[in-house]
DNA sequence: ATTAATTTTAACAAAATATTTATATTTTAA
DNA sequence: TTAAAATATAAATATTTTGTTAAAATTAAT
């Protein structure tokens, strides 16, 4: 909900880049899309992309040798690459070369089977890289990430997944002021156009849900709210 | 069902080895096939397989000492081996020499055989790492790992394999939230690509099952679904 | 090879949540 | 103290997410 993935789609045919691009932005991902891997290679530097779909066969630099490069590189050696190609024998190569524990699609493809493998590896590297979040206690309350619960002199009450958000950040860093548009940016990603009065609404549901802890959560007139006491 | 079991083949004769290959492949093993034990030894430090099949008369290495190479190491003791071989005479001597409490097959066998017997040790094994499961009760709920049903207040119900799974992975962590997204992934394998909302059928119909207790899954909206009262 | 069982998908209804709007109340600053 | 600015609140609306059903696809069993 933070910020989309971003995807590298890397092949000389502008329809099949299209084809790409169209699906993955509907599915919410930020497409960025080359005709060579030259091309890719300038943009790698600038932008991180989350994963990389991959033609075999282009001109110059082609699939084969551009994932070499990455995977012999430390810093992308681990974002996942889905290979493309028209000819099965061609993925035979790649997948006997060992270019990394990938994936392969021959084209055509259905764009079904894009999305969920897509989908799939970019699961995968959310688990390994560690964003676990840990319970954050403050005298009797306590929000709890594993359920996404409030426990409050014992007792436990729901959070909606946007209260949660918004309460973890305070009490992650207590004493820090954030500006309502901070709270938009971080709870909803920065492309996200919502009025300011909105938070007004979900930090006084949260105010509610504290009972009788709600002035943890303080107004800063002209500023924002923040957790303290 | 997380991954595909590996198999090795090994046998001098291509057809044979072919045989078995597409049946077990067929069964959903991933096989590998060698003409020789050198040549399979080299693979061992690549693919650690779940289990062999390993012809007894070979060129170079046979099947006698490659058994005897396996046993003879810590790390590939435990793995189950099949013997294959055209004379009863020659298992004999496999059984007598006490190579490993493993399993022995003739020359011709039947397809049926070779997967029973397959499967059979492979249950075995799975069983012996430690993965037995308790049966798991909560209040007049209880599940049952042995024939998958559940018991709610004394009567039985029927549960489907993916249903046990789920609840199993629920009732194991009550409290804790899981998104569609972790269910597919230890349920199903990481590798495998369904429409996250499947779970909310599968969800649907293990709250049907429960009964007056269908309550104790609770969605979590935004989030995913969770056990707890 | 059929049949049955299970899993998955798709479509739409229902529920939950988020956002906006309008208005009341409080805070700020001259 | 008082007008302007900012926030709190409640109610209306929009959006997102989930529940449910039925049909299609896959898998297992006969």
Redesign the interface.
């Given at each position: 909900m933070k910020t989309k993935k971003k995807i590298f789609v890397i092949d000389d045919e502008a329809d099949i880049q299209e084809i790409i691009r169209i699906n993955l932005e509907n599915e919410g991902y930020e497409v960025s899309t080359f005709s060579s891997a030259e091309e890719a290679e300038k943009y790698l530097e600038k932008i991180f992309p989350d994963l990389i779909i991959l033609d075999v066969m282009m001109d110059g630099i082609d699939g084969y040798d551009f994932c070499k490069l990455l995977k012999s590189s430390n810093d992308y050696r681990n974002i996942p690459v889905i290979f493309l190609s028209a000819k099965t024998d061609e993925l035979d190569k790649v997948v006997g070369l060992e270019l990394g524990g990938d994936d392969y699609m021959t084209k055509p493809f259905g764009i079904k089977?894009l999305k969920?493998?897509v989908?799939?590896h970019l699961?995968?590297t959310a688990?390994s890289a560690g964003n676990e979040k840990n319970e954050i206690t403050y005298k009797e309350v306590s929000l709890n990430p594993?359920?996404?619960s409030l426990k409050i002199d014992g007792d436990y009450v729901?959070l909606?997944?946007?209260e949660f958000e918004i309460l973890y950040m305070f009490m992650k860093h207590p004493s820090k002021i954030f500006s309502r548009d901070n709270i938009i940016d971080s709870i909803k990603g920065e492309d996200v156009f919502v009025v300011d009065r909105t938070i007004d609404v979900h930090i006084m549901n949260l105010r509610k849900k504290l009972g009788k802890y709600k002035n943890l959560i303080k107004t800063f007139s002209g500023v924002g709210y923040g957790f303290r006491e």
């Open positions: 089977e969920s493998r989908k799939a699961r995968r688990k594993e359920n996404y729901a909606t997944k946007t």
